[in-house]
């Protein structure tokens, strides 16, 4: 028995020793991996934090933070006063902060600069794609550059094809074309010819109506007049359909206000332009269109997996 004992003792003695390595080396591990978050922090590559690079770190990761978090924070973690924060404080306060977290704090602080640097090398990409367009295009007028535009509307039907939007615009034409796309959905696309006369009328006639970005709404009196605020729709057109069903299209007394992200991510954002736009010149000021950050092209070059979709459509 007191052999058994003292064998099981040993194997204990052991078996801690082994888990106080494999923690002291986990321990070293996590530390590395602060310290490369400490170097990517280290914005101006001084070798110091400071505030403003303190700030940036833990509002970017930790939402909520103010200043007065941050001045609480850099004066615990500023340990000798000095007006910085060098590594091995910034170390020592992650890693006491983290713990066990360390690994998914430096996975998410890679991500995040991954996709920054992603991001950069989309918008030079773009930046050169505009520079030729605009080589290009330099010398076209308004109406050429629609018909450029149009050469890759590839939802658009062929001339002898597709639904035709008759001028003049009408509400039973917008009524009509929103019960094409209720009975077909994508399969019978607005002719190409339509297409462009409604895109040219449309930025025509919009910017006469409202020519400052602030704009006043008042729907006609009526028991039943309404302003509807529409954000989000991000291509789905059978959304707009249902939501237009449920509180009426619009008209005078009805006023919708699409409040941005029309485009990205659904394949019918071009549709919720045109049936947008037809209601317009049916009943001009009924409609109004709030840019939102998909409407960037910065965005709109974005692949549909990354939230975009809409420069592909």
């Known amino acids: 028995i007191t052999l058994g004992h003292r064998s099981v003792m040993d194997n204990e003695d052991e078996t801690s020793d082994e888990v106080g390595l494999a923690r002291a080396e986990r321990e070293g591990q996590e530390r590395q991996l602060l310290k490369k978050v400490f170097e990517v922090a280290d914005a101006d590559g001084s070798g110091d934090i400071n505030k403003e690079e303190l700030s940036s770190v833990l509002c970017k990761f930790c939402p909520g933070f103010d200043d007065s978090h941050v001045d609480?924070?850099?004066?615990?973690?500023?340990?000798?006063?000095?007006?910085?924060?060098?590594?091995?404080?910034?170390?020592?306060?992650?890693?006491?902060?983290?713990?066990?977290?360390?690994?998914?704090?430096?996975?998410?602080?890679?991500?995040?600069?991954?996709?920054?640097?992603?991001?950069?090398?989309?918008?030079?990409?773009?930046?050169?794609?505009?520079?030729?367009?605009?080589?290009?295009?330099?010398?076209?007028?308004?109406?050429?550059?629609?018909?450029?535009?149009?050469?890759?509307?590839?939802?658009?039907?062929?001339?002898?094809?597709?639904?035709?939007?008759?001028?003049p615009y009408s509400v039973e034409g917008a009524a009509g074309l929103m019960s094409n796309y209720v009975k077909n959905g994508l399969t019978n696309p607005l002719q190409k010819e339509s297409v462009r006369e409604l895109l040219q009328l449309f930025t025509e006639k919009y910017p006469e109506l409202f020519p400052k970005p602030v704009v006043y709404l008042e729907p006609s009196p009526g028991e039943d007049s309404k302003v509807v605020v529409l954000g989000d729709t991000h291509g789905s057109l059978s959304d707009v359909l249902c939501i237009f069903g449920r509180f009426g299209t619009p008209s005078p007394s009805c006023i919708y206000l699409f409040n941005g992200d029309?485009?990205?991510?659904?394949?019918?954002?071009?549709?919720?332009?045109?049936?947008?736009?037809?209601?317009?010149?049916?009943?001009?000021?009924?409609?109004?269109?709030?840019?939102?950050?998909?409407?960037?092209?910065?965005?709109?070059?974005?692949?549909?997996?990354?939230?975009?979709?809409?420069?592909?459509?």
Do not use: W
Not at 96 to 122: C, I, P, S, W
Not at 125 to 132: H, M, S
Not at 148 to 156: D, H, I, L, V, Y
């Open 72 to 167: 609480a924070i850099f004066k615990a973690v500023d340990v000798n006063s000095d007006g910085t924060i060098d590594c091995d404080e910034f170390v020592d306060f992650l890693f006491q902060l983290g713990g066990k977290n360390v690994t998914a704090f430096h996975r998410k602080m890679k991500q995040e600069y991954q996709d920054e640097a992603d991001f950069v090398a989309k918008r030079t990409a773009r930046q050169r794609i505009e520079k030729d367009l605009k080589g290009r295009l330099k010398q076209r007028s308004r109406a050429s550059l629609i018909n450029f535009a149009m050469q890759f509307t590839e939802q658009s039907g062929e001339a002898g094809g597709g639904y035709k939007l008759s001028q």
């Open 262 to 313: 029309i485009a990205d991510r659904g394949d019918a954002a071009v549709e919720i332009f045109l049936l947008a736009f037809a209601f317009f010149l049916a009943n001009p000021g009924c409609i109004v269109i709030n840019r939102g950050n998909h409407e960037n092209e910065g965005m709109n070059m974005l692949s549909a997996l990354s939230g975009g979709g809409f420069f592909d459509e």
